[in-house]
Each structure stands twice: as structure tokens, then as C-alpha cells.
């Protein structure tokens, strides 16, 4: 199995390239943010727990949240692998996705970190809020307040997965196609 992460603040290009490597590699694409509308949309048990989080503005406990994610990381052989984005986001998350692959003697395969400057991120960030409509994208405190809850919360998996010798830095400058080309030879080189 190829199970890869993409991992890098807000507005570094994680879901675009998560979405064109899926395509790519026959890879399945799990963004937490989905799997929650999924569920909570379905009025499943955990989305039903979920959305009580949720709607007081909480972060949903990990293990409502790695909860939901079982039944989408469970081998399936329609796919050779997943490809998560925006998950984990501590090192408890990250603790707690390697119990879980575990129990089907898997593991991740990669984690590419996409590098960008926090100016670039700012200015990617306030032109998504022109394109996506999200007005979290347009408030410059909002946008910094989330940057900054990144480096505290989840910047130490870097180190976390850098000592597993996972982790690869990818430039996450240049056009999306630069970007993914990148990433696809980092992927062929790995024999896959």
C-alpha cells in the first residue's frame, strides 16, 4: 500500500496536489474537513457527535475524529493507498493514526512537507477568499491566527515524522503543475 500525507499551513497547496496525486497514482483522497460533512450530511453516530463540537466552534476530540477516519483508511482494493490531507495535526493525532495502520500492518509510506513563505501563504490565502468564498480567507487576523496555531499545534510533526525518516520538504512555490510534477519523480523514486 502507498499511504502518503500532505503536510504545511494554510494555503501551502495541500488539498490541490492531494487531489491530483490521488488521480494520479489511483490513490484514495481522505481531507478530514469531507469526511466530517460526510458523516454529519449521513447523521452517522460519530457525525452526529462531531457536529456537537463543531457547531460551538471546538476542535472535535481525536478520537471522534480518528474514529471517522477507520472506515476510510481500511484497505480497499479498488485503491493502492490513500492520501490524507489535513490530518494529523498534533502528534497525538499522529500517534494515533500509526495504532490505527497498524492494526492492518500498514504505516505511511511518505510525508511531503510543501514549503512555502508566510507572505506567499497570506496573499494564497486572501485570493482563495476572492475565488472559494470563505470568509476566514479574507481576514488578515484570521489568517494569522491560524498560521499561528499551525506552528504551535502542528509544525512539531515535522521532527515528529523527520525522525522516522518519512518526511521530504517540497518546494511548495512555482505553479501547480511545477509542484506536482515534483512530487510525482520524489513518488517514482520511491519504486512506486
Known sequence: MINLLMFGPPGAGK????????????????????????????????????????EKGMLVPDEITVGMLRGYLKPDPAFRGFILDGFPRTIAQAEALDRLL?????????????????????????QRALTSGRSDDADENVIEHRL??????????????????????????????????????RIRQLGI
Request: hydrophobic letters at 35%; a neutral charge; glycine letters at 10%.
Open 148 to 185: 499561528e496555531v499551525y506552528r504551535k499545534e502542528t509544525l512539531p510533526l515535522k521532527a515528529y515524522y523527520a525522525r522516522q525518516g518519512l518526511l521530504e520538504e517540497v518546494k511548495g512555490v512555482g505553479s501547480i503543475e511545477e509542484i506536482f510534477s515534483d512530487i510525482c519523480n
Open 15 to 54: 488539498g490541490t496536489q492531494a487531489q491530483l496525486l490521488a488521480a494520479q497514482f489511483r490513490l484514495r483522497h481522505l481531507s478530514t474537513g469531507d469526511i466530517f460533512r460526510s458523516e454529519m450530511g449521513q447523521g452517522t453516530e460519530l457525525g452526529r457527535a462531531a457536529r456537537t463540537y463543531i
Open 102 to 126: 497498524g492494526e492492518w500492518d500498514s504505516g505511511i509510506t511518505r510525508v511531503f512537507s510543501l514549503e512555502v513563505p508566510d507572505e506567499e501563504l497570506k496573499k494564497r490565502l486572501r
